[in-house]
C-alpha cells in the first residue's frame, strides 16, 4: 500500500508521550524479569510444599497396601503376585480429585483412578518409571504446558516382584495451587494497574511547569507586553536558561515598542498642525478666490481630501498610542442612542456613495433607548464600519446599519453585501496593521489596517464588544454591542 505523506507536516513527537512509553516499557521488562525470578523461588517452594503432601499421602496410602500384604499366608505371598492380586491391593484406597494409585512390579501395571480417566497406561508406566528413578521417589512432570502431575513412588513390602506403589496427582487441580495462582494473577493485575496510574500522574506532574508555562506564554499578547514576563519560581532547572532568555527577550521587545510607540506619538503630533495649517489654506484658496480653473479646483479638491485622509490617520495613530500609554479617555455614560446613529448615518451618507439603508424607524422604543459609553466614540466606531462597508463593496451596492435591542444589550450591525472574508482571517483583521489575505483593495482605495483595532480597543473602553460574521462571496455583518442603561 502506497504511504501518504504529508511534507507540511514533519512528524511530531509528544515528550510526554516518549515519557510513558520509555518508563512503561522500563516498567514491565522489570516486571517481567521480577515475575520470572519469583515463578522460581515459587516453584522451588511449592516442589518442597508438595513433596511433603504426596509423601503424607502416598505414605497412608502405601501402609494400607502393605498392611494386605502383610495379612497373605505364606503359600499366597510366594505365588504374589498377579495383576489381580495389585487389583485387589488397591481396591480399599479412598480416592478423589484426580488422584490416581497405582501398582508397577514384575506381573505389570494395575491402576486406580478417580474421577475421569485421564492417563492411559504408557502414560502411567511413564510417569512410576520416571518417579521410581528420581532419588527420593519424587517427580513433578510436566504433560502439557498448563498440567503438571505430582508422583511419589514407594517400594511395596515383599520382595522385588510385589514391586512399587505410586501415587499420583494432578498439580493444578489441588486447592493450594489453585488459590497460590489465582492471589498471584490477582497481585500481578493490581501491580500493573497501580503502575500506570502511577506513571500518569507523575508524567502529569512532571508536565505541570511546562503546561504552566505554554500558558503563561499564551497570555502574552504584542501590545501587553508590560508584565509580560514569565515567572522563574517554581519553574524546573532544567527550563530556568530558556526562561531567563525569554525574559530578557521581552523586555528588549518592550523597548523597541515604546520606541516605536513613542515614535508614532511624536510624528502624530508633529505632523497635525503643519496638515490643518495646509488643509486651512486649501479650503481659503477653494472657497475665496473666483479666478481658478476647473482642472485647478479639482487638484485642490484632490489635495483637500488627501489631507483629510491624512488627518484621520494621523487621529488613528494618536488614539492607539494614547491607549497604549492609558492616556486616552473614553467615556463611559449613559446616553441616548438615537441621535448618535442619526448623527452617524447623516456624516456616512455624506461621506460614500453606497445607498445606506437603516431599520431606526422600526426599532420599538428606540427613542427611549439608553446605552452607556461615549456617544462620540461609537459614532466613530459606526462610521468607521460604514467606511469599510463601502470601500471593499462595489459603490451601487447598498449598506445597511441595522438596531437590535436584546435584553441588557443594544446590537449595533453594519451589514454589505461585499466581498466576504475568509473564515481564517476573521479573528486576525482585528489586529493592528493587518489586512485580510484573499480581500481585494479596491483600485483608488487606501488602506493602514488600523479601523478595526481602534474599533476594538474603543468598545472595549466603552464596555461594550464587536463581532464579525462573514460569508465569502456574500458579504460581511459587523456588531458593535453596548450595554443598556439601567431604566430610571
Ligand atoms: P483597513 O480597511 O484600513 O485595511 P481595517 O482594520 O479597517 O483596516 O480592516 C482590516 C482588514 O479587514 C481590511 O484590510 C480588509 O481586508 C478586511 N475588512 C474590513 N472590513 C471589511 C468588509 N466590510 N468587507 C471585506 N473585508 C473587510
Given at each position: 500500500?502506497?504511504?501518504?505523506?504529508?511534507?507540511g507536516?514533519p512528524q511530531?513527537?509528544?515528550?510526554t508521550r516518549?515519557?510513558?512509553?520509555?518508563s512503561?516499557?522500563v516498567v514491565?521488562?522489570?516486571?517481567l524479569?521480577?515475575l520470572?525470578?519469583?515463578t522460581?523461588?515459587?516453584n522451588r517452594?511449592?516442589?518442597?510444599?508438595l513433596?511433603?503432601?504426596?509423601?503424607?499421602?502416598g505414605?497412608k496410602?502405601?501402609?494400607?497396601?502393605?498392611?494386605?500384604?502383610?495379612?497373605?499366608?505364606?503359600?499366597?505371598a510366594?505365588?504374589?503376585?498377579?495383576l489381580k492380586d495389585?487389583?485387589?491391593?488397591?481396591?480399599?484406597?479412598?480416592?478423589?480429585d484426580?488422584?490416581?494409585?497405582?501398582?508397577?512390579?514384575?506381573?505389570g501395571?494395575?491402576?486406580r483412578i478417580?474421577?475421569?480417566?485421564?492417563?492411559?497406561?504408557?502414560?502411567?508406566?511413564?510417569?512410576?518409571?520416571?518417579?521410581?528413578?528420581?532419588?527420593?521417589?519424587?517427580?513433578?512432570?510436566?504433560t502439557?504446558a498448563?498440567?503438571?502431575?505430582a508422583v511419589?513412588?514407594?517400594k511395596l513390602a515383599?520382595?522385588?516382584?510385589?514391586?512399587?506403589?505410586v501415587?499420583?496427582r494432578?498439580?493444578?487441580?489441588?486447592p493450594?495451587?489453585k488459590?497460590?495462582?489465582?492471589?498471584?494473577?490477582?497481585a500481578e493485575?493490581?501491580l500493573?494497574?497501580?503502575?500506570?496510574?502511577?506513571?500518569?500522574?507523575?508524567?502529569?506532574?512532571?508536565?505541570?511547569?511546562?503546561?504552566?508555562?505554554?500558558?503563561?506564554?499564551?497570555?502574552i499578547e504584542?501590545?501587553?507586553?508590560?508584565g509580560?514576563?514569565l515567572?522563574?519560581?517554581?519553574?524546573?532547572?532544567?527550563l530556568?536558561?530558556?526562561?531567563?532568555?525569554?525574559n530578557?527577550?521581552v523586555?528588549?521587545l518592550?523597548?523597541?515598542a515604546l520606541?516605536?510607540?513613542?515614535?508614532?506619538?511624536?510624528?502624530?503630533?508633529?505632523?497635525?498642525?503643519?496638515?490643518?495649517v495646509i488643509?486651512g489654506?486649501l479650503?481659503s484658496v477653494?472657497?475665496?478666490?473666483?479666478?481658478?480653473?476647473?482642472?485647478?479646483?479639482?487638484?485642490?479638491g484632490i489635495?483637500?481630501?488627501?489631507?483629510?485622509r491624512?488627518?484621520r490617520?494621523?487621529s488613528?495613530?494618536?488614539d492607539?498610542?494614547r491607549a497604549?500609554?492609558?492616556?486616552?479617555?473614553?467615556?463611559?455614560?449613559?446616553?441616548?442612542?438615537?441621535?448618535?446613529?442619526?448623527h452617524?448615518?447623516?456624516l456616512?451618507r455624506a461621506?460614500?456613495?453606497?445607498?445606506?439603508?437603516?431599520d431606526l424607524?422600526?426599532?420599538?422604543?428606540?427613542?427611549d433607548?439608553?446605552?452607556?459609553?461615549?456617544?462620540?466614540?461609537l459614532?466613530?466606531?459606526?462610521g468607521?464600519?460604514?467606511g469599510?462597508?463601502?470601500?471593499?463593496s462595489?459603490?451601487d451596492?447598498?449598506v445597511?446599519l441595522?438596531?437590535?435591542?436584546?435584553?441588557t444589550?443594544?446590537?449595533?450591525?453594519?451589514?454589505?453585501?461585499?466581498?466576504?472574508?475568509?473564515?481564517d482571517?476573521?479573528?486576525?483583521?482585528?489586529?493592528r496593521?493587518?489586512?485580510?489575505?484573499?480581500?481585494a483593495?479596491p483600485?483608488?482605495?487606501?488602506?493602514?489596517?488600523?479601523?478595526l483595532?481602534?474599533?476594538?480597543m474603543?468598545?472595549?473602553?466603552?464596555?461594550?464588544?464587536?463581532?464579525?460574521?462573514?460569508t465569502?462571496?456574500?458579504?460581511?455583518?459587523?456588531s458593535l454591542?453596548?450595554?443598556v442603561?439601567?431604566?430610571?
Open positions: 500500500m502506497p504511504t501518504a505523506v504529508n511534507p507536516h511530531r513527537w509528544f515528550l516518549r515519557l510513558i512509553w520509555i512503561l516499557t514491565l521488562g522489570q516486571s524479569i521480577s520470572a525470578i519469583t522460581a523461588l515459587t517452594l511449592m516442589e518442597g510444599l513433596q511433603g503432601t504426596m509423601q503424607r499421602q505414605l496410602a502405601l501402609n494400607r497396601v502393605n498392611n494386605q500384604l502383610d495379612q497373605l499366608t505364606a503359600a499366597q510366594k505365588a504374589c503376585c498377579t495389585y487389583q485387589h491391593f488397591l481396591k480399599p484406597l479412598e480416592l478423589n484426580g488422584k490416581v494409585a497405582l501398582i508397577v512390579g514384575q506381573a501395571l494395575a491402576s478417580s474421577g475421569q480417566d485421564r492417563f492411559s497406561t504408557t502414560q502411567l508406566r511413564q510417569f512410576a518409571t520416571e518417579a521410581i528413578d528420581e532419588e527420593g521417589g519424587f517427580a513433578i512432570i510436566h502439557s498448563q498440567n503438571a502431575v511419589k513412588a514407594m515383599g520382595g522385588a516382584q510385589t514391586g512399587h506403589f501415587y499420583l494432578p498439580v493444578y487441580a489441588m493450594a495451587v488459590t497460590q495462582s489465582m492471589i498471584k494473577f490477582g493485575l493490581v500493573i494497574l497501580v503502575t500506570g496510574v502511577v506513571l500518569v500522574m507523575s508524567a502529569k506532574r512532571v508536565f505541570q511547569p511546562v503546561r504552566r508555562i505554554s500558558t503563561d506564554l499564551a497570555s504584542l501590545n501587553t507586553l508590560d509580560a514576563t515567572s522563574t519560581a517554581k519553574a524546573p532547572i532544567e530556568l536558561p530558556i526562561l531567563e532568555e525569554f530578557r527577550m523586555e528588549r518592550r523597548q523597541a520606541n516605536q510607540k513613542q515614535f508614532a506619538s511624536t510624528i502624530s503630533h508633529e505632523f497635525r498642525t503643519p496638515l490643518t488643509s489654506f479650503q477653494l472657497n475665496r478666490s473666483d479666478t481658478l480653473t476647473e482642472q485647478q479646483r479639482k487638484a485642490l489635495a483637500d481630501q488627501e489631507v483629510l491624512l488627518n490617520m494621523l488613528d495613530l494618536l492607539l498610542s497604549d500609554n492609558h492616556q486616552l479617555s473614553v467615556r463611559r455614560d449613559a446616553f441616548s442612542l438615537l441621535p448618535s446613529l442619526e452617524a448615518l447623516r456616512a461621506a460614500h456613495r453606497n445607498p445606506i439603508h437603516d424607524a422600526a426599532v420599538p422604543n428606540l427613542a433607548l439608553e446605552v452607556v459609553g461615549d456617544p462620540d466614540r459614532v466613530q466606531c459606526i468607521n464600519l460604514i469599510n462597508a463601502a470601500k471593499y462595489p459603490p451596492q447598498p445597511a441595522e438596531v437590535n435591542h436584546q435584553g444589550a443594544v446590537e449595533i450591525s453594519v451589514i454589505d453585501q461585499g466581498p466576504g472574508i475568509p473564515a482571517q476573521l479573528e486576525r483583521i482585528f489586529e496593521f493587518t489586512r485580510a489575505e484573499g480581500v483593495l483600485k483608488g482605495e487606501s488602506s493602514s489596517g488600523l479601523g483595532s481602534i474599533v476594538t474603543l468598545m472595549q473602553a466603552m464596555g461594550g464588544s464587536v463581532s464579525v460574521q462573514s465569502v462571496g456574500q458579504g460581511s455583518r459587523f454591542r453596548l450595554p442603561a439601567d431604566q430610571p
